[in-house]
């Protein structure tokens, strides 16, 4: 897959007034029309974040699959844990600085100033080709992999994995086989799950791999999304 973000992405205005991104080839958004913010808030922090805080997980480690403008991550901070978080994100096609800038996402925070923290850093550590890049926001330390989930290599074990990948439908490899694989072996004992949608595949492959899936509802606008656990043995 291919990028250039100045000739294939547009801006989105998407249904709860929060802007997401569009590929303009394939017609694939970043988030769901319905509601970018709205959608990000259901799938990633509720079913997730509070759901691994209420099981008592701490310190906390999140493995984004898919930074793309970095919605999950200020989500995330603006959560405002008392425990600090380790927050990894995977992305081989970093999303141009302009653009991080003119996501409209402040006005959907509770800290505006979080917004502004991304920004600058991500500008600083582009300008220094950092790879991870390292970004801290509140109480959240943030690296950034210029890297794919398949050649990401780590010793960590996740808590609590986003799953962000763009649909099956323009990239089915992330939903099968090696990659579902991967991800999983990132995951530690007693580790979450969470993506935006489920297919009968995904549960069978995950069920294959020993996780516990639960279908729940949807993010408004989608019927189902997943949550997959990885048992303690
Ligand atoms: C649905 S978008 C993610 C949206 C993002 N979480 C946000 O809040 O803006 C999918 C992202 O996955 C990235 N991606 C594509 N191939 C990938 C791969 N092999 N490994 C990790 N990320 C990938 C894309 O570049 C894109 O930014």
């Known amino acids: 897959m291919k990028l250039n973000y100045a000739e294939n992405i547009a801006f989105y205005e998407t249904g709860d007034g929060s802007n997401t991104l569009i ?4 017609n694939e958004t970043y988030h769901s029309k319905h509601g970018a913010v709205q959608e990000s808030m259901h799938v990633f922090i509720k079913m997730g974040l509070e759901f691994v805080l209420r099981q008592g997980h701490r310190p906390l480690r999140i493995l984004e699959v898919g930074f793309g403008t970095g919605l999950n991550a200020l989500l995330t901070a603006d959560y405002n844990c008392i425990e600090p978080i ?20 402040t006005r959907f925070l509770n800290q505006k100033h979080l917004k502004d923290y991304l920004t600058e850093q991500y500008k600083k550590q582009t ?21 794919p989930l ?9 808590d609590l994995i986003f799953y962000d990948a763009f649909s099956r439908h323009s990239q089915q490899e992330m939903w099968e086989g090696e990659l579902i694989q991967k991800v999983v072996s990132l995951m530690a ?14 549960k069978r492959a995950m069920k294959e791999l020993g996780l516990i899936t639960e279908r729940m509802q949807g993010a408004p606008g989608k019927r189902e999304m997943l949550r997959a656990i ?3 043995p």
């Open 150 to 158: 398949e050649d990401f290599k780590t010793d960590f074990r996740y």
């Open 86 to 105: 380790v927050y990894h994100a995977l992305e081989p096609f970093l999303v141009p600085l302009e653009i991080i800038n003119n996501t409209n996402y």
């Open 189 to 202: 004992d007693g580790g979450v799950f969470v993506t935006y949608s489920v297919t009968g595949n995904l």
């Open 23 to 26: 590929n303009k080839t394939t």
């Open 230 to 232: 990885k048992p303690k």
């Open 127 to 147: 300008e220094l080709e950092n790879n991870p890049m390292t970004l801290y926001l509140g109480n959240c330390e943030v690296e950034i992999f210029n890297t």
